[in-house]
């Protein structure tokens, strides 16, 4: 994916795929998707719009990374 396409791509559907792709071997792309829509509502009334993507990515990675951890 280029960097142009990942900015223009909804950033929740482009953390989910990332962080799918990432922890394939580990969790469902479908559980990973339920945890970066359930960050996404947590922060989208608190981010600034030009950080969003980022701390999207960064807070649903880690929460991802909790989860593999313990199954």
Not at 10 to 33: H, K, M, N, Q
Not at 60 to 68: G, L, Q, T
Request: cysteine-free; proline content about 1%; charged content about 25%.
């Amino acid at each position: 994916m280029s960097v142009e396409t990942e900015q223009t791509q909804d950033p929740v559907e482009a953390v989910t795929v990332s962080l799918a792709r990432e922890f394939s071997s580990r969790l469902s792309s479908t559980a990973v998707g339920v945890i970066v829509r359930a960050t996404h509502r947590e922060l989208r009334r608190q981010a600034v719009t030009e950080t969003y993507r980022e701390m999207l990515h960064r807070l649903a990675h880690h929460r991802v990374a909790r989860v593999v951890e313990v199954l």
